[in-house]
Each structure stands twice: as structure tokens, then as C-alpha cells.
């Protein structure tokens, strides 16, 4: 085995394992605010390892972990429920993880400034809330519920203001003192 071969493999099991540990943290995070749902709610505990995920180990990465996150978490405490919640949820971090970990390189590139990382979070976030809010529609109506314009516009935006406000301030904070830590590489 070459030594090229053995750097790949060290790599991909690097990215395995924080994989693992981003998927236990969105699946525990939760647990801090479940004794009020309003304020879980609001906060978005998921999104933020399942984003961090995608910054550091790459779009498939992210992908999974944010696809995985919210059906694991249904099928261990049965929050949140499975249908329709769940996998409305499970497309929306699909979107969150896939999209900050493809664009992240492309945009942030050999710069890696804020503004990069502030362009790829924003990005993702309106585009994982926009497949969330069109996931429900259709998840919804399968059932003959109704889910409006106006309730996509509150739960995604309005409801959320705290969630996506601790997203802008954290993320782009570890992301980063990742880049700034000896001997790990983000992205």
C-alpha cells in the first residue's frame, strides 16, 4: 500500500469519525432543549452539527449526517415524529450538510474569509429551508393536511429568528478557529 493510498484512507476515516461525532451531537443537542419544545423550536439544535459537518468534512459527508440526523433521532425518542415532521426535516439538513460542504471549497477556495463562510452558510440555509418548506407541502397534503405559504414563512423564518441568529454567530466562529487549529483541515 502506498503511502498516498494510506493518507486517503486516514482522511476518509477522519471524516467517518467526525461524521459520527456530528451526527451523536445532533441527535444529543436536542435533549438540552426538549423540556420546551417552543424554545427547541426556535433554536434549530440539529441544524448546527449537521452545518459544522458539511463545512468540515465535505458535501457527501454532510449529506448523510444531515439526512440521518432527524430519522435517527425520531427512531430512538420519537422526536420529532417521523411523519411528516422528520422527513421534511431530513431533506432540509440533507440540503444544510450537502451545500456547505460542496460550496464551501469552491467559494471560501484558498482565501478562506468570513465573508466566504457568511455567502456558503447563508446559501445553504435559504436553500435547505426552501426544499423544507416545499418537503412539507407535499408531505402534508399526502395526508390531506394543509400546509400553507404562511405557515412555511413563519416556521422557517419567523419562528426560527433566534435558531438562525445562533447559526451566524457560532458557525462561522469554530469554522473559523478550525481552519486556525494546527492540523486539521476544513473543507
Do not use: D
Not at 145 to 172: R, S
Amino acid at each position: 500500500m502506498s503511502a498516498n493510498t494510506r493518507t486517503i484512507q486516514s482522511e476518509r476515516t477522519k471524516k467517518l469519525i467526525l461524521s459520527a461525532l456530528f451526527l451523536a451531537a445532533g441527535i444529543i443537542l436536542p435533549f438540552i432543549t426538549m423540556q420546551i419544545p417552543a424554545i427547541g423550536n426556535m433554536l434549530c439544535p440539529m441544524h448546527i452539527p449537521v452545518l459544522l459537518c458539511g463545512f468540515v468534512c465535505g458535501g457527501p459527508y454532510g449529506l448523510v449526517v444531515g439526512l440521518m440526523t432527524p430519522l435517527v433521532r425520531s427512531m430512538l425518542t420519537g422526536f420529532p415524529t417521523l411523519y411528516p415532521t422528520a422527513l421534511s426535516m431530513a431533506v432540509e439538513l440533507a440540503v444544510y450538510g450537502g451545500l456547505t460542504g460542496m460550496l464551501y471549497p469552491k467559494v471560501v477556495g484558498k482565501a478562506k474569509e468570513i465573508f466566504g463562510i457568511y455567502v456558503v452558510l447563508l446559501v445553504s440555509m435559504l436553500s435547505g429551508r426552501v426544499v423544507w418548506g416545499v418537503a412539507s407541502v407535499i408531505l402534508y397534503r399526502i395526508v390531506g393536511n394543509v400546509f400553507t405559504w404562511q405557515i412555511f414563512a413563519a416556521q422557517a423564518f419567523v419562528n426560527a429568528i433566534p435558531g438562525i441568529a445562533l447559526q451566524l454567530v457560532l458557525i462561522p466562529v469554530i469554522v473559523r478557529r478550525l481552519q486556525k487549529a494546527s492540523g486539521l483541515h476544513v473543507g
